[in-house]
Structures are given as C-alpha cells and as structure tokens.
C-alpha cells in the first residue's frame, strides 16, 4: 500500500523569505500523481500544485515549486518570498496513475507559520 | 468558475442519530469522493464513487456509512447512528472525466463540520 510521510509537524518563515516543506512517499507504482493541498484556517482544502510522476521537470506555480526526485520518493514543496496568507497547514497527497477513480492518500500535514 | 458545493456547514446530532450530508459535485463531474478529517489529523479517504455504485471504500466506511446519487446533482453521506468519534470535518470531491483538463485532479467541497454530542 502507498503512504505519504511529511516529517515536518510545523515550520516558521519570515515573511519574504523562502521555505521548503518536506514530503516523501512510498509506492511500487511508476504511474502517479502528487499534489500539495493548502488548508488555511477556514479548513477549506485548497489545491497549490501537482506533478504528474512521468514528468521529469518540476512543476512551478507562480512563488510555488516543488523538487520532485522519482528514484528518492521526494516530493518538496518551496515556497518563495512567503506571505502572511501563506500561512496554513499543507498537505503532500499521492493519487495512483491507474484507473479513474484513484483516491487521495494524505501525508499528516505541516503548519506553516509565517512571521512578519 | 465552478466549484463544489457542500451542506450544512456545520451539523450537531446526539450520539445515535443519523445525519445525511449533503454536497453537489461539479456539473460534468462524474466521479465523486468523501474524505473525513478528523481534527487536527490528516485527511482521511471515505469512498469514491462512480456511474451509481461505490468504486472503492476504505476500512473506516463501515456498515453505518452509505452514498447515494439521488438525482442528477446531489451526492450524499449517510451516517445511520453517529457515534462521538464520527466527530470530524468531511469534505466531497469530485474529478472530471478523462478526456476533460486534468482528469487526475480532485476539487474539494468547504466541507461540513459534524459534531456529534
């Protein structure tokens, strides 16, 4: 069975500067996908960004990006120039390549605090 | 731009009833999902849910748990008899069909906030 391990219980930045969360996971499958989900206080879940795992390059949204190592299992999320809204709790996520119907598997979570 | 919709926001029941919970999917989604967060725990997999019948459940969707599609919009989770550790925020989500942008992705709900007295 895959499982998602974010080592990081809670991380602090200073506001501008940048962080790097940590998620590594584990899986005998070649086809995946990662996520990293925002949870703001409001607990709403909120999609940053995503890897399709046959893609070498990393993907890049905007302040975000992630370091993906296929052979490490390592999905680091970097966040550039950190804002006080980034402040949140963030979730790697692992979805199976096959099928369509491929649930979501969660890491437990980092919260980030960003200080002003 | 569309998004999932869930209801109640936020629900108490006594220990033993039964509460239905209620989101609508994305219009031209067709594969639908519960995820349960206990507080302060990870995000946790219900069921998914596809074409009329359950496509994958985990071991926490017991015999108290059930979905139904009862029209072409609505996606609901029945708990039968709630007990005090059913206490968690549950959020929907749904994905597109493949062929549609991003197939693999899921879109969540703001959730429901089920407090079980």
């Known amino acids: 069975a895959q499982t998602v391990t974010q080592s990081q219980p809670e991380m602090s930045v200073q506001e501008a500067e940048t962080v790097t969360l940590s998620c590594t996971y584990d899986?005998?499958?070649?086809?995946?996908?990662l996520f990293w989900y925002k949870q703001p206080p409001s607990r709403q879940m909120i999609l940053v960004i995503r890897?399709?795992?046959?893609?070498?390059q990393n993907a890049t949204e905007n302040r975000f990006s992630v370091n993906f190592q296929k052979a490490a299992k390592s999905f680091s999320l970097k966040i550039s120039d950190s804002q006080l809204g980034d402040a949140a709790m963030y979730f790697c996520?692992?979805?199976?390549?096959?099928?369509?119907?491929?649930?979501?598997?969660f890491g437990q979570g980092t919260t980030l605090q960003v200080k002003p | 731009e569309p998004e999932v919709t869930q209801t109640p926001s936020h629900q108490v029941t006594q220990m033993g009833q039964e509460v239905i919970l209620r989101c609508v999917p994305i219009s031209n989604h067709l594969y639908f999902y519960w995820y349960r967060q206990i507080l302060g725990q990870k995000v946790e997999f219900l069921v998914s849910?596809?074409?009329?019948?359950?496509?994958?459940k985990s071991e926490i969707f017991d015999d108290q748990f059930s979905v139904e599609r009862p029209d072409g919009s609505n996606f609901t989770l029945k708990i039968r008899s709630t007990k005090l550790e059913d206490s968690a925020m549950y959020f929907c989500?749904?994905?597109?069909?493949?062929?549609?942008?991003?197939?693999?992705?899921?879109?969540f709900g703001p959730g429901t906030r089920l407090t079980v007295t």
């Open positions: 890897q399709e795992a046959y893609k070498q």
């Open positions: 849910f596809y074409n009329n019948e359950i496509s994958e």
């Open positions: 899986t005998s499958e070649s086809d995946y996908y």
């Open positions: 989500a749904s994905s597109p069909i493949p062929g549609q942008p991003n197939p693999y992705e899921q879109y």
């Open positions: 996520a692992y979805r199976t390549g096959s099928g369509n119907t491929g649930k979501l598997i």
